[in-house]
């Protein structure tokens, strides 16, 4: 009886393990314990990862509470903040200095490269951060602008890259308007009364999610509305339909993402998913259900409609990382309860795949589970070599590595089924590509690997974001037109492509660019878009 019953455990665990092992993608853990659970991360085009976090709380590995203990008089708390440079080919971590708290801040890479960082809260609420960043041997660090601060105070708001290579920053707690880095005028903001309307008495309008359409235009969603923004003219030039199933930003938020620009680049689909039920925040339901629906809308339509889908689970909080295929990853996050401290239950660990071009109802696939929960401040963040790179969680005020839902200084990645080892022979290696590519050129990129078919050959440019609460500020993937592929006597292979033609597909700046045969993506190259 008793060997009955532990065959049949032995059997039921065996079952587990191959189903798991069924599901598509592995996860590797990179850093045991990175001294810091990211709340912002970026990647940068030296291969490096910008950690960045606020905390009053006490960094497990002293060199980091060393640096990050730094006095400033004018702060509420001492020792409050903290950031580091993650190296991606040693696995290094190097400690970073800034002082004003950075707390659900914003950012955006410059057209050069530098990242913009604003905002946060306490003596940070109005700062304007740059980080410049340099080969991982060197010793780059934050710069804070003491001469120049944002016009409002921006706490949960979202900064989005524009094709002038000018940053606009939107929205932020009690901050229902929008201005400029670099300002575009004096006095600064610009009330942007679609954010008072989209409120309700929980906010739901924090962190908005904007994207940049081709036409030049902003897509802004918050709480379930969301606005065709004309910000040269600051004119509001349609109003979509509601998004049914509940609130859908920050307190609430799933996550959304435009999918890849294509063809002719006339048009931009808006993808939504997850949230929760309006009230699970104030009245802190933290066993609410979180929601499956996704929403998604051609947003350059002239009277377009949300199409409703359904994800595999409910989930709070998750992640949508644009993978350089153009499928969508949706990561990390919980199944119940809402954004906050202390305000979710019910890890999500299993990520899902969207596959955009698949027909409706057929778009999802459940990937294999992780076994760290990322919930409450927690990102994801697609990396040079089509891994995507899992930092953070800390759903408390101070570090707690002894609740629930610890605060979490394991560094991990997710791979993709495409870095299977079965996929390894179609995966193209880039061995020479143009450090900069030109609006409207023609561009050619070498490649080695199995003869690359033409017609299952795409040359793919993807932005580096800013990822924080459960949005990737200014992600963006951009399909180039391939026209040709030819072997030289070497045995490489010449993929000639067109870049985007203007700075409305793809602002001007650091992009890594893929070359995806058959769905395998290559490690990327970063290249330069300019004029
Ligand atoms: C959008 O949210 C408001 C509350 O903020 C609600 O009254 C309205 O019914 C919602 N719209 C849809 C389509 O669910
Ligand atoms: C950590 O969380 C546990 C359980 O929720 C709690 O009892 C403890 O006081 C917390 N520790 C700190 C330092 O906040």
Not at 36 to 64: C, G, W, Y
């Amino acid at each position: 009886m008793v060997r009955s019953r532990f065959l049949v455990l032995l059997l039921i665990g065996m079952i587990a393990i191959i189903s798991h092992a069924e599901l598509p993608g592995t996860w590797e853990l990179l850093v045991e314990n990175a001294g810091i659970a990211s709340m912002h991360t970026a990647v940068t085009r030296f291969n490096t990862v910008i950690l960045l976090d606020r905390t009053n709380v006490q960094p497990t590995l002293e060199k980091l509470r060393k640096h990050h203990c730094q006095i400033n008089p004018q702060d509420v708390v001492l020792c409050h903040h903290y950031s580091a440079l993650f190296d991606l080919s040693t696995k290094k971590i190097r400690p970073l200095t800034i002082l004003t708290d950075t707390l659900c801040s914003a950012g955006q890479f410059l057209p050069d490269g530098t990242l913009l960082q604003t905002g946060g809260d306490n003596v940070g609420i109005k700062k304007i951060r740059k980080f410049n960043p340099c080969e991982a041997t060197e010793s780059c660090d934050w710069e804070e602008l003491n001469d120049i601060e944002l016009a409002q105070g921006r706490w949960y708001a979202t900064n989005q890259i524009l094709p002038d290579g000018t940053v606009i920053i939107i929205g932020g707690r009690m901050t229902n308007s929008v201005e400029y880095f670099p300002p575009r005028q004096a006095g600064g903001a610009i009330n942007f009364p679609f954010l008072v309307e989209a409120g309700d008495a929980q906010f739901d309008n924090l962190y908005p999610y904007v994207h940049l359409l081709p036409n030049g235009h902003l897509f802004v969603f918050a709480n379930n509305k969301s606005v065709l923004y004309d910000y040269t003219n600051n004119v509001v030039l349609k109003k979509y339909p509601e998004l049914e199933g509940g609130p859908r930003n920050y307190p609430s938020a799933g996550s959304s993402v435009m999918l890849p620009l294509i063809g002719d680049y006339s048009t931009a689909t808006i993808v939504i998913c997850g949230g929760t039920q309006f009230g699970a925040f104030n009245d802190k339901i933290t066993n609410a259900p979180a929601h499956s629906s996704c929403g998604r809308i051609v947003a350059t339509e002239e009277e377009p409609v949300w199409e409703m889908e359904e994800m595999p689970l409910g989930r709070i909080m998750g992640d949508m990382v644009m993978l350089p295929t153009g499928d969508v990853l949706i990561i990390n996050g919980a199944q119940a309860g809402s954004q906050g401290f202390e305000m979710a239950t019910k890890p999500c660990l299993t990520p899902v795949l969207y596959r955009p071009g698949e027909p409706l109802g057929s778009r999802f696939t459940t990937l294999n589970p992780g076994s760290v929960p990322r919930m409450y401040h927690s990102t994801a963040n697609l990396l040079p070599d089509g891994r995507v790179l899992l930092a953070g969680s800390n759903p408390h005020y101070y570090y707690n590595f002894t609740s629930e839902f610890p605060t979490e200084l394991k560094l991990e990645a997710f791979l993709p089924e495409y870095l299977s080892v079965e996929n390894e022979v179609l995966r193209l290696i880039i061995i020479d590509s143009p450090d900069t590519i030109h609006y409207g050129h023609g561009l050619h990129i070498m490649v080695t690997g199995e003869i690359p078919k033409l017609e299952m050959l795409e040359v793919n440019i993807a932005s580096a974001p800013y990822a924080t609460h459960s949005f990737s500020q200014g992600q963006r993937l951009v399909k180039l037109a391939v026209s040709s592929v030819e072997a030289d006597q070497s045995g490489a292979f010449e993929v000639k492509c067109m870049a985007p033609p203007d700075r409305k597909v793809a602002p001007p700046g650091y992009y890594m660019m893929f070359a995806v045969h058959k769905g395998a993506p290559s490690v990327a190259t970063w290249v330069l878009l300019m004029d």
